[in-house]
């Protein structure tokens, strides 16, 4: 099956630094990334969807200038947590999607942030 | 809005046991989840349902479809402790190619011994 690789796994920072976690598809073309939050013992929440070379669309309620994503290759995806606040920790997943199997969603293996 | 409702959020069952999981969703789709996640780690595919009585089976899971319910079960057969896990029902909304999903609140399984 195809394959997301999302680093770092677990990350401790600072607050008010910035962190950079990236997703790569190793072995097809992302053309669709998605980038989820989830807390401890809750759902998945949906925060942005980005397309390969144009913005991305935030969810209601999420910060678009704190959390930065770019999309600037087919295999390559960042989501940037700017200023991180302690109440940013939480575990986060990348998930990509292919025109070529539409139906299927390549999950990461999560990012677990904590902020001190 | 699509809305989507596992139940029950929690399952204690005891190994051996039958047991069902319900994934209910509030307008139409074309395609319907199961994941499976286990503590710290990222989601596993289980299951994608496409079309009205879509059945599939891997091991002792069985997830079936009616899209004129809006109804998806997780049936678990003889359930054995390597299956504790929270799995997650995730309904697409209906737009082609575009590939959000909406997610259930998820349910918590314990097997125990």
């Known amino acids: 099956g195809a394959v997301v690789s999302q680093h770092p796994s677990r990350v401790i920072c600072k607050s008010g630094t910035s962190v950079k976690i990236e997703c790569r598809s190793l072995?097809?073309?992302?053309?669709?990334m998605f980038w989820y939050r989830q807390f401890p013992k809750q759902s998945l929440m949906l925060m942005a969807t980005?397309?390969?070379?144009?913005?991305?669309?935030?969810e209601q309620g999420v910060e678009k200038d704190k959390f930065l994503i770019n999309h600037a290759s087919l295999t390559l995806s960042t989501l940037t947590v700017t200023s991180a606040h302690p109440e940013d920790s939480s575990f986060y997943i990348c998930?990509?999607?292919?025109?070529?199997?539409?139906?299927?969603?390549?999950f990461g293996q999560g990012t677990r942030l904590t902020v001190v | 809005e699509l809305k989507v409702e596992q139940n029950p959020l929690f399952l204690s069952m005891q190994e051996g046991k039958n047991y069902t999981i319900y994934c209910n969703y509030s307008?139409?789709?074309?395609?319907l989840y199961w994941y499976r996640q286990d503590p710290g780690k990222s989601l596993e595919s289980l299951f994608v349902?496409?079309?009205n009585g879509a059945v599939k089976q891997e091991g002792r899971l069985m997830a079936s479809l009616d899209t004129k319910a809006r109804l998806s079960t997780l049936h678990i057969t003889a359930a054995v402790h390597d299956l504790s896990a929270t799995y997650f029902c995730?309904?697409?909304?209906?737009?082609?190619?575009?590939?959000?999903?909406?997610w259930g609140l998820g349910t918590s399984l314990a097997v125990n011994p």
């Open positions: 998930s990509g999607g292919t025109g070529e199997r539409p139906t299927e969603a390549f």
């Open positions: 072995d097809f073309q992302a053309t669709t």
């Open positions: 980005s397309n390969e070379g144009s913005k991305a669309t935030y």
């Open positions: 307008t139409t789709s074309d395609r």
């Open positions: 349902l496409l079309s």
């Open positions: 995730a309904v697409g909304r209906n737009a082609g190619n575009n590939r959000k999903l909406i």
